[in-house]
């Protein structure tokens, strides 16, 4: 069983609806990471979280840290909110390296 | 500078040729991560070091792989005598410390034939 586990793998949206990626790790983490990859592979950071939620524009993601949960909301989802959406989590200490999940791909149809 | 520099792009070696990937971190953060992309999703951690020591070195096949931070120059990842599963894309990621996130270079994509 992977450390890291998100769900679904594969997520295929209309323009405007609700999405959400869900996260849930099996480690002791000192922080979630939540990125973003592009078609052409570069890697943007959205949140780093250990506790409550944050949000950034239309992004939100929550960490329920009792449960080992985070998850990752897109409102008003857009075609160039398609990428695939990647939970990573940081083991080991403030330094540690990230755990990274398998991924989300995400498709969002105008 | 404000984003990392990983060079080249891409990189091509025959299979049992070295292969030498750099990663320039943003100035001041202090620590520097590889990690290796294979498939189109797995990441595996490969070395992190904070500042010019290896910091957490785990990850590395150390027959082929080595790497260095030294100072006022790029971080290098070198892999001698490659093979066709090194096959992968790169990345680098820096941070300033323990409060803060990563930043992620753009990767090297690596091809052995």
């Known amino acids: 069983k992977n450390e890291v586990e998100q769900s679904p793998q594969n997520l295929t949206a209309q323009e405007g609806e609700f999405i959400t990626i869900n996260c849930s790790y099996s480690?002791?983490?000192?922080?979630l990471h939540w990125l973003q990859q592009h078609p052409g592979g570069g890697i943007v950071s959205l949140f780093m979280?250990?506790?409550g939620k944050k949000k950034h524009g239309r992004l939100i993601a929550t960490i329920n840290i009792q449960e080992k949960h985070s998850s990752l909301h897109i409102t008003a989802s857009h075609p160039r909110d398609s990428a695939v959406y990647i939970c990573?989590?940081?083991?080991?200490?403030?330094?540690?390296?990230?755990?990274f999940g398998k991924g989300t791909k995400l498709s969002v149809k105008p | 500078g404000e984003e990392v520099a990983q060079t080249p792009k891409h990189l091509v070696r025959g299979e049992g040729q070295k292969a030498k990937l750099y990663c320039a971190p943003i100035?001041?953060?202090?620590?520097v991560f590889w990690y290796q992309q294979v498939l189109k999703n797995e990441f595996k951690f490969l070395i992190s070091f904070q500042n010019e020591n290896v910091f957490d070195e785990t990850g590395m096949p150390k027959e082929r792989f080595s790497a260095k931070c030294l100072p006022n120059s790029p971080c290098s990842l070198e892999i001698q005598a490659t093979k066709l599963e090194d096959s992968a894309v790169y990345f680098c990621?820096?941070?300033?410390?323990?409060?803060?996130?990563?930043?992620f270079g753009s990767g090297t994509r690596l091809t052995v034939v």
């Open positions: 480690v002791g983490i000192s922080a």
């Open positions: 990621a820096s941070s300033q410390s323990s409060a803060n996130g990563y930043t």
């Open positions: 979280l250990s506790s």
């Open positions: 100035k001041g953060h202090s620590y």
């Open positions: 990573a989590v940081k083991s080991g200490g403030s330094q540690g390296n990230l755990i």
